[in-house]
């Protein structure tokens, strides 16, 4: 989490600083702070909220005119979110960012501290404390016998008082990426912040400094020497990562959708079959797999619920979803023969990042569907097949869920090719019914007015219950994610026939529950289910397709969407259900894109 930034060129390091840290904000918004060099001084201006009352603090001073600096925006794990926790620290000659974790505090502090009068609780004073009792002069030697010392996870960037024009980074599990371009050399927690500048930018590796200077971004080993550079290419561009037009980034995202899953789906399709010989990923990595195994957190983790019910069905082989900050601390029984699917949006998440690590040691074969390239995960996966979303901003995810979902039907159908549980022809029929889901993306979206109209009356919610069975289950969960963690509502999400077991006694006069029925298979069931809430008083919102038959007595509210085949509704009841989410925040006058306490990118622990 913290979204940082760095400078060295010929523009004024402040503008691009807050112009990038506003790129970043998502991935924190506790407090935020810049400081800028020259040969003369080390300037910080820093403050709790976030950017915007740091450009109100910037403008209100006069501050010195610098071509070099570094700026970040906080989510606060060390120490509670006040100003003097803001970033950036300063002890001695240096000045630095930092986003990570940094595990042995404590100990540095008592072998190194002592007598050192530190202004704020976080662990990244203590770590700049050890890089200034270090430097002597050569930052680098000063970098490498710093981080020789350090446990945990960073990505520091590090002003030397004495060093004007010049940043120094050095990273281990937290992302950095940066990037020369004719303004100048950047570097940044991801590709949204130099997206300004440029579409071309390298990932800094670990165990390598990054220099930046208005000349170059180099890499530079423990030696000395200079690394090359890996250089990727990103093919959206700086309109990509803008509101355009849209009150919040969310909204944007959710009418992205079409186009999004477009993206992902059509590279992918040779004689209407999914192919994924672009990708390198060879038949022959599926023709051993026994058993598959997903593992993702939140949202991702629950496109991966949906991949359960597809590849079960159509390929017959077992699936276990994981939970990954479970999953890495298990004892899972995995080999050779067990496909794990890491499914990650940013491709940082430490948990699954961590989990795909235990998976390789494990020998498993591992294949990366993720969003961002480039990303750790993608890196390190045996095998990556990317969605092409383009920049996801807004905390909630939306358009990444559902070309998540795209993607484990391509998987699917693939996978049912190569182990021949489906013939062509089938596999064929399945692509056709992926297109129409697709399609009807559309037709949710042009819902929005009813949808908006109809969240006034959960405005005042205090509790909200999901049902629905089989694959609306699984879609139920992340109607309930979405919903609280930008809404405040407290919300769950059940199988439907599981709430008489207990949770059926919290359904009372008014509370809603939005019932999720697009199963012909267990339509019947859902009905009853809903009846018995019904009859509890529930104010109940109702999703069905357009063909099903409801009597009018069992719902409140009803929205459909067209007639599709079951394994396919998600995706176009996914819009419903982001939507929903949406208008609820909104009415409840909340930041839709900035919920409290959430990030974007989960880099800690
Ligand atoms: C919810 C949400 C999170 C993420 C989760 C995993 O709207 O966005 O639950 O899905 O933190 O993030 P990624 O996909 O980046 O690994």
């Known amino acids: 989490m913290c979204g940082i930034i760095g400078y060295s060129g010929r523009l004024e390091a402040k503008q691009v600083l807050v112009n990038g840290l506003e790129q970043l904000e998502y991935r924190g918004y506790d407090s935020a702070g810049i400081a800028q060099i020259t040969k003369e001084t080390i300037e910080i201006t820093k403050t709790t909220g976030n950017v915007s009352v740091l450009k109100r603090k910037l403008g209100e001073k006069e501050t010195i005119a610098s071509h070099c600096g570094i700026g970040h925006t906080r989510w606060a794990t ?4 006040t100003e003097e926790n803001a970033h950036p620290h300063q002890v001695g000659k240096v000045t630095l960012i930092h986003n990570g974790i940094i595990e042995n505090y404590k100990k540095i502090r008592e072998d190194y501290g002592k007598g050192i009068l530190f202004h704020s609780q976080t662990d990244t ?11 002597h002069g050569n930052p680098e030697e ?47 927690s991801d590709i949204t912040a130099l997206i300004a500048y440029t579409q071309d930018y390298f990932v800094v590796p670990e165990d390598t400094i990054l220099v930046l200077t208005d000349e170059k ?27 355009n037009g849209y ?23 040779k004689e209407d079959i999914p192919d994924f010989e672009e990708e390198q990923i060879p038949d022959s990595v599926f023709e051993s797999i026994k058993q598959v195994k997903i593992v993702a957190c939140g949202t991702a983790m629950h496109a991966g619920l949906i991949g359960k019910v597809l590849i079960e069905k159509r390929v017959r082989l077992s699936v276990g979803v994981e939970i990954a900050s479970e999953f890495r601390y ?21 948990d699954t990042l961590a989990s795909l690590r235990l998976a390789k040691e494990l020998k498993a074969v591992t294949l990366g569907i993720v969003n961002v390239k480039g990303s750790t995960i993608a890196r390190e996966s045996d095998y990556v097949l990317y969605t092409h979303a383009g920049p996801e901003i807004a905390v909630a995810s939306t358009k990444a869920y559902t070309v998540q979902i795209a993607a484990l039907c391509l998987l699917t159908m693939r996978l049912a090719f190569v ?31 009813q949808i908006q109209e109809m969240t006034a009356c959960l405005t005042d919610a205090r509790d909200l219950f999901f049902i629905g069975r089989g694959i609306d289950y699984a879609l139920s969960c992340e109607g309930s994610i979405k919903l609280k963690e930008i809404s405040y509502i407290h919300s769950e999400a059940y199988a439907a026939g599981e709430l008489k077991h207990g949770t059926i006694s919290l359904i009372t006069e008014g509370v809603p529950v939005i019932a999720i029925a697009t199963q012909e298979s267990v339509f019947s069931k859902m009905v009853s289910n809903i009846r018995e809430v019904k009859a509890r008083g529930a104010l109940v919102i109702l999703i069905t397709k357009e063909s099903m038959q409801v009597e009018d007595s069992i719902f409140d509210y009803h929205f459909t969407i067209p007639e599709i085949a079951d394994d396919y509704t998600p995706i176009p009841a996914a819009v419903i259900l982001q939507l929903i989410a949406y ?5 409840r006058g909340l930041n839709v894109d900035q919920p409290r306490n959430l990030a974007k990118s989960v880099t800690v622990e």
């Open 419 to 449: 182990k021949k549980t489906l013939g062509r022809g089938e596999i064929t029929r399945d692509f056709a019914l992926l297109k129409e889901s697709m399609e009807c993306v559309k037709r949710s979206l042009l819902l929005e007015p």
């Open 78 to 81: 060390h120490g509670g979110v």
């Open 247 to 269: 009150p919040y980034y969310m909204l944007k995202e959710i009418y992205e959708q079409p186009e999004a899953l477009w993206n992902t789906v059509a590279p992918r399709i």
């Open 330 to 350: 298990a004892s899972p029984i995995i080999d050779s023969n067990t496909l794990v699917i890491v499914i990650s949006q940013s491709g940082e998440t430490i």
């Open 142 to 188: 000063a970098i490498w016998n710093t981080v020789a010392k350090l446990e945990g996870s960073y990505a520091f960037c590090i002003l030397f008082e004495d060093i004007p024009n010049t940043v120094y980074c050095i990273r281990k599990i937290s992302p950095l990426v940066a990037a020369y371009a004719k303004e100048g050399a950047f570097v940044a």
């Open 217 to 243: 971004a180099e890499l530079h080993n423990r030696k000395g020497n200079i690394v090359e550079k890996e250089m990727l290419h990103v093919k959206w561009d700086f309109t990509a990562a803008q509101k």
């Open 583 to 587: 208008h609820t925040s909104l009415r």
């Open 125 to 135: 004073e203590i770590a700049a404390m050890l890089f200034d009792s270090f430097y």
